[in-house]
């Protein structure tokens, strides 16, 4: 089975800040890759697919890519609203495994 | 609109067995790749099964042999149907459009099942 090693789990950061998070893939997944946002006691959100495509109407200070296994998420510029849990996923093949998630929490 | 309404969780005995049920508007369950994810309380996602448009079944080790997935093209609804529950089977557990080029686009809402004596 596929793992995905996310990182960090807890991130601490201030509106306006430019935001990272790292996912690596236990092997090659092309670039068969999500990233989700989900806030308390809502359904995750589909921010990226593809490792690099933005999902119709997400803003476009959320960005993806991919180099090899490893792949990131970058928020340019930290809204309010983003603070919120994100998940990386892969989906090479039919078994689709998530990150163990990060916690973007207000500096 | 595509709308995935869920219903069916609740509070089961350990060894019970439960059946959520995942209703969807705006697409078709027979020509979709649809999934199944669950949540335990303060924990991260995770992946249980999937059914593919040929019908065909897979399952993580987790639940493989114990919970089936299913759906009904009738009534355009995915079922899960959960035997042999335990207490790590407690979660919220959410339905989801899940197609090859995509991850998961679309998601019910979530329906909490609590496996306690």
């Known amino acids: 089975d596929i793992q995905m090693t996310q990182s960090p789990s807890t991130l601490s950061a201030s509106v306006g800040d430019r935001v990272t998070i790292t996912c690596r893939a236990s092997?090659?997944?092309?670039?068969?890759l999500a990233w989700y946002q989900q806030k308390p006691g809502k359904a995750p959100k589909l921010l990226i697919y593809?490792?690099?495509t933005l999902e119709r109407g997400v803003p476009s200070r959320f960005s993806g890519s991919a180099s090899g296994t490893e792949f990131t998420l970058t928020i340019s510029s930290l809204q309010p609203d983003d603070f919120a849990t994100y998940y990386c996923?892969?989906?090479?093949?039919?078994?689709?495994?998530f990150g163990q998630g990060t916690k973007v929490e207000i500096k | 609109e595509v709308q995935l309404v869920q219903s069916g969780g609740g509070l089961v005995q350990p060894g019970g067995s439960l059946r959520l049920s995942c209703a969807a508007s705006?697409?078709?369950?027979?020509?979709?790749?649809m999934s199944w994810v669950r949540q335990a309380p303060g924990k991260g996602l995770e992946w249980i099964s999937l059914l593919d448009s040929g019908g065909n079944t897979y399952y993580a080790d987790s639940v493989k042999g114990r919970f089936t997935i299913s759906r009904d093209i009738s009534k355009n609804t995915l079922f899960l149907q959960m035997s042999s529950l335990r207490a790590e089977d407690t979660a919220v557990y959410y339905c989801a459009r899940a197609p090859l080029q995509l991850g998961f686009d679309y998601w019910g809402q979530g329906t909490l099942v609590t496996v306690s004596s």
């Open positions: 705006g697409i078709f369950v027979s020509n979709n790749y």
């Open positions: 593809q490792a690099s």
């Open positions: 996923q892969q989906y090479n093949g039919y078994s689709r495994t």
């Open positions: 092997q090659s997944i092309s670039t068969w």
